[in-house]
């Protein structure tokens, strides 16, 4: 090929039990999508990275109380993304735990909270969970030929690659935002700035 456009995505880690069942009913994968349907409300964020983090900042300014759970001592986001967070007097994070359990048959009414080193759990009631772990970018294929982040995520500027002719699109690229939107977007950019290539090249 001349061209190529690497719009594999990502794959979802194992999810929890009863996560599926409750989507769109107090589960959620975005903040800046369905937040606002928990305004005044409580929820919890699982993850420490950037994702999480920047969810759970915009959670801070709608909820009532923000929750977030991480399996480690300390976050793996970026510190600007830290220091806003530790900030926020609504937002409570719980260290070197993990959910274990989701709760509620119609409509998402809690989480089990597993503290790692103890193993001692306890209920935590909340209209919201927003997970933010698991995501694994489908970019095996192209290990060693193109710049990656520290999750494997490709390190692409305006979709283009370092390699001429070769774009990532979607949520196989680093970027801050991962919704359908964006990935149409970069479908479109990629595609254009492909044909651009093309046109060169001949």
């Known amino acids: 090929a001349s061209a190529v456009i690497l719009a594999a995505g990502v794959v979802m880690g194992k999810p929890f039990p009863g996560e599926k069942e409750l989507l769109g009913r107090g589960v959620s994968y975005c903040a ?33 109380e923000v929750h977030v759970v991480h399996r480690r001592d300390a976050f793996r986001g970026d510190k600007i993304y830290v220091d806003a967070l530790v900030k926020r007097e609504n937002v409570t994070v719980h260290w070197n735990s993990r959910v274990t359990a989701i709760h509620g048959e119609t409509a998402l009414e809690g989480v089990t909270v597993e503290d790692i080193p103890s193993g001692m759990q306890r209920r935590l009631p909340c209209e919201g969970l927003f997970v933010c772990v698991g995501r694994t970018p489908n970019s095996q294929l192209v290990r060693g030929l193109i710049p990656m982040d520290e999750a494997d995520y490709l390190l692409a500027r305006d979709t283009e690659t370092p390699i001429p002719g070769v774009f990532a699109a979607g949520d196989i690229r680093k970027k801050p935002l991962r919704q359908v939107i964006t990935a149409a977007a970069d479908g479109a950019v990629a595609a254009h700035l492909a044909g651009e290539f093309l046109a060169l090249e001949q």
Do not use: E, I, Q
């Open 32 to 64: 800046s999508c369905d937040g606002m349907f928990f305004r005044d409300r409580v929820a919890v964020v699982v993850g420490g990275g950037n994702t999480a983090l920047t969810d759970a900042l915009t959670l801070s300014k709608l909820c009532r």
